[in-house]
């Protein structure tokens, strides 16, 4: 039972006969606590504004957001952070739907993360009587997430949860939905039933070891290259095995690629790091190891030009095995948790494991400083209008200087130029749009980054980026959060530059206001707005937000003719024969 409720019965003379009920409220609040859920990223509405009063006054952590996707946004990433389910409030129908985007990035992620959506009268809505936002919520949400259940009575509250917490974070993570219907917050019953009907999920993400003999085959396989490449997805990140990974790749010598989100796991200024020089590792490895990475369209489905045409083994660590030979042949399935497969790995490689081929090495090695060398002098230029490697060059310096600090990043150009100018020094610092290349999960992710971590975040935003998720701006002021978000402004969509082609008085598609001032929308909610029109500023006004911890955003003019179409993904475009004519 909570105090605040007890306190309240208290009052009223019928207080002895009503000690001995609980209810539904209750009982949720009751099972979030005793599983360690303490933060719920929502907003309110019929029928769940109660519950928000409720669980905040039991001293549950609850953020109102301004619309449900960045809450859900905020929920999933917190999942990646923390290993634990991020949890998801909304209204019914439209609430719903608002958060269901966020639930199936975090399920095409992995992330563990839990909707709990509020709905309206099951027997309304499934004779379809029209009742107030009705939808049939739970089989919208099936084909989107990994699991789905509904609760229909308070006895059920503790069993519903234990199932939802189970479904998220054992196995590969993913999202679920969770369905509340408006009656079963207030259906009363017995409190001491009501206590024991509660469940503490134990284990709620078992080990799973793999096979010996899976492993044998892997590290068979791994002996027999000359040019081995390790790739480090996310999944690595969320495994939260950061020393045993690292050991792993230091004791085999070979070098390493980091996916987006596992940049940081080893610093990438690591001597292993093959991060500058990804083309060469991808075309010219033997045998690839990856672990908690997947083969999808962000590596080219392990096949096609970026691979090369040398014949190639794949060793993969992954606890689906459905992942296993899901593009390409797997010669070495390793199926399990990261943390189990790679302290297995390790174990079975004994004391004098071969390090890598020198000649592989150095050819690396070679690539890598040719091409940092390249860069090198384009992050120095201090044009105005920014370019973006003259902004992102300065925005390397801060993170080198500030290697707690949490880097959200989003955009096309935005995004794409900064995951290979920013380097970064520790393991889950780096939050982005992750599989789907989603935009708009910004302003959750940095909300959610501070409030799990409590670290300071530098959030990377394209001006398009950021108008899927500006409004929370007010959300980071109203909680004071130590965010300082950076608006890549170049008047548009990849560019800012395009012209609508039938003339008019219409501006093209992908272009937006010119000159916009971002950094007013910080000052209308009282945080701080500045302006930068050099990497040199940039680099001084970032510095200032980041030692005075205050909300605050800049607005960071970029060459509106910098970018290219679609940043680093251009070939996806389907092209039109006739356009050409
Ligand atoms: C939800 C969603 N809608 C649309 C897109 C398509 N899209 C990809 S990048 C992008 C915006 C790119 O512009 P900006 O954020 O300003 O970055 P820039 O390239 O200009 O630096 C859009 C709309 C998407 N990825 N996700
Ligand atoms: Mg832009």
Redesign the pocket.
């Known amino acids: 039972m909570v105090e605040a409720a007890v306190k309240a019965k208290e009052t009223t003379p019928v207080a002895e006969a009503e000690r001995e009920l609980t209810d539904g409220f209750h009982l949720i609040i009751d099972a979030l606590k005793l599983n360690g859920v303490n933060t719920l990223y929502g907003v309110p509405g019929i029928p769940i504004t109660d519950f928000g009063r409720m669980a905040q006054a039991a001293g549950i952590r609850v953020l109102s957001f301004r619309h449900e996707q960045n809450a859900g946004y905020a929920a999933a990433i917190a999942g990646f952070l923390t290993k634990k389910p991020g949890v998801c409030l909304t209204v019914s129908a439209p609430g719903f739907l608002n958060g269901l985007t966020a639930l199936a990035h975090a399920t095409t992620n992995c992330f563990p993360m839990i909707l709990i959506s509020g709905s309206s009268e099951r027997e309304i809505v499934d004779l379809q009587q029209g009742d107030y936002e009705e939808m049939d919520q739970l089989a919208i949400a099936k084909p989107l997430c990994k699991a789905a259940f509904r609760v229909l009575y308070a006895a059920d509250v503790g069993i519903g949860l234990a199932r939802a917490i189970r479904a998220a974070v054992s196995g590969r993570p993913g999202g679920v939905y969770l369905d509340l219907p408006a009656k079963l917050f207030g259906q009363v019953m017995d409190a001491a039933a009501g206590q024991k009907s509660l469940v503490k999920v134990v284990d709620a993400a078992p080990a799973q070891i793999p096979a010996p003999a899976a492993v044998k085959r892997a590290l068979d396989v791994l002996k027999s290259a000359k040019r081995p490449l390790i790739i480090l997805g996310k999944g690595a990140a969320y495994a939260q095995a950061d020393d045993a990974i690292r050991a792993l790749v230091e004791k085999s010598g070979i070098p390493f690629l980091p996916m987006s989100m596992a940049k940081g796991l080893l610093p990438d200024t690591h001597p292993q790091c093959a991060g500058a020089a990804r083309s060469t590792v991808l075309k010219d490895s033997d045998v690839v190891m990856l672990i908690g990475a997947r083969l999808n369209w962000l590596l080219s489905h392990g096949k096609g030009k970026t691979w090369g045409d040398a014949p190639k083994k794949f060793i993969q660590i992954d606890i689906e095995p459905r992942e296993m030979d899901s593009n390409v042949e797997i010669v070495a399935p390793v199926v399990g948790d990261i943390g189990s497969c790679v302290a297995a790995l390790l174990e079975a490689m004994g004391g004098n494991w071969p390090t890598a081929a020198a000649e592989w090495i150095d050819a690396v090695k070679t690539k890598r400083e040719e091409n940092v060398a390249k860069m090198a002098p384009r992050l120095m230029n201090n044009n105005s209008p920014m370019d973006y490697h003259g902004a992102l060059g300065a925005l390397r310096t801060v993170i080198k200087e500030r290697p707690d600090a949490i880097l959200v990043n ?5 995004l794409d130029l900064a995951r290979g100018v920013i380097d970064m020094y520790k393991p889950r610092k780096r939050l982005d749009v992750g599989t789907w ?4 999960i910004g302003m959750g992710s940095a909300i959610a980054a501070a409030i799990e971590t409590g670290k300071p975040v530098l959030v990377v ?5 950021f108008g ?1 998720c500006g409004m929370e701006v007010e959300t980071i002021c109203r909680y004071n959060l130590p965010v300082c978000v950076v608006i ?1 402004n ?1 008047n ?4 800012g530059t395009d012209v609508n082609a039938a003339g008019g008085s219409d501006p093209a598609t992908t272009v937006f206001v010119k000159g916009a001032r971002y950094d007013k929308m910080m000052e209308a909610f009282g945080g701080v707005g500045m302006q930068a029109t050099t990497p040199d500023e940039l680099k001084r006004a970032v510095d200032t937000a980041m030692n005075s911890g205050k909300p605050t955003l800049i607005n960071a003019v970029i060459d509106p003719a910098a ?1 290219s179409e ?2 680093r993904i251009g070939n996806l475009n389907p092209q039109s024969v006739l356009r050409k004519k």
């Open positions: 989003e955009g096309a150009n935005t290349g989603v935009m708009g935003e394209g001006d398009s980026a899927f890549f170049n548009g969509i990849y560019r970018g679609s940043g």
